[in-house]
């Protein structure tokens, strides 16, 4: 089986993607090409052009595996991650957020159908933006997490988000859920997550979750601080005390919005979004998973 490995070096930290590149060309049995993606989309087109390989190594976080997503071929060319992000979701649900568990597992291949979300993007100008992803969506505090922890602490690595998740106030705004209640009128909350995998970056936030399971994980936040912080202090310690505002599980999933905001898709901000809506797509890829 022939592999292409591309690698981000502006996810996380440049070192971890060099590090990982390092141990993989010495890695036994595994017959692989190395590219390094250098701006934003090109591991997109690296991926469109990776007829040749059977399947895609991603060195890199939860944003490049997005990238990779949208240019490689699903139904023959199986997915290989190798975690060098900040979150590292996929990861940590594939069981391989361990670089020498993910790279056990390539040498294993084990596989297993991985779900994806097909997302429809529609912008405060009208433009309408499909894509697929494969781990979290979402609004309000999430996001804002993301964009502290990555713009302000991108220096703390692996911890930026969780560190991030202890500083970051929770902000209301106004948004409407399609499917949350009988008449689907306008409330207002701090947070809205459409999840395919169990963890938030370190935190396991959807402890019912799997990658697999065939429905999405929906969670409306509305929580003001310190019951925000409280939450997070009982994720991050495996208890299911101070729970969200609301938490289903459902095989589609939209909201809209009443006013223009920042918006999540693996990692990736978006700027001015007025609604998006979500599918699940059971078993889309093949993926490499860890056996134990």
């Given at each position: 089986m022939r592999w292409l490995a591309i690698a981000n070096p502006a996810a996380g930290s440049a070192r971890a993607a060099e590090d990982l590149l390092i141990r993989l060309r010495?890695?036994?049995?595994v017959d692989t090409e190395m590219v390094r993606t250098a701006a934003p989309r090109d591991a997109t087109r690296l991926a469109r052009e990776s007829a040749d390989f059977d399947g895609i190594i991603v060195i890199g976080g939860d944003g490049t595996i997005a990238e990779v997503l949208q240019g490689m071929d699903l139904r023959r060319q199986r997915l290989a991650v190798l975690p060098a992000g900040h979150g590292n979701c996929l990861a940590r649900d594939l069981g391989v957020a361990d670089p020498a568990r993910a790279l056990g597992a390539l040498q294993r291949g084990a596989c297993r159908p991985l779900d994806l979300m097909d997302v429809s993007i529609t912008f405060a100008d009208g433009r309408v933006?499909?894509?697929?992803?494969?781990?979290?969506l979402a609004v309000g505090y999430v996001t804002d997490i993301v964009a502290f922890g990555r713009l302000r602490l991108h220096w703390l690595g692996r911890a930026a988000y969780a560190t991030a998740a202890m500083i970051v106030v929770p902000q209301e705004f106004e948004l409407r859920v399609a499917g949350s209640g009988p008449t689907d009128?306008?409330?207002?909350?701090?947070g809205l997550v459409i999840n395919n995998t169990a963890h938030l970056a370190n935190f396991r936030g959807f402890p019912d979750a799997s990658v697999h399971d065939g429905v999405l994980d929906?969670?409306?936040q509305g929580c003001r601080w310190p019951r925000q912080l409280?939450?997070?202090?009982?994720?991050?310690?495996?208890?299911?005390?101070?729970?969200?505002?609301r938490l289903r599980q459902a095989a589609s999933a939209q909201f809209e919005l009443r006013e223009p905001r920042m918006f999540m898709a693996d990692g990736e901000?978006?700027?001015?979004?007025?609604?998006?809506?979500?599918?699940?797509?059971?078993?889309?890829a093949t993926c490499i998973v860890s056996s134990s």
């Open positions: 010495g890695l036994a049995g933006e499909r894509r697929l992803c494969a781990s979290t009128r306008p409330r207002r909350c701090t929906v969670m409306e409280l939450h997070n202090v009982a994720v991050l310690a495996g208890s299911r005390a101070f729970g969200p505002l901000l978006l700027q001015a979004v007025i609604c998006v809506a979500v599918a699940c797509r059971p078993g889309a």
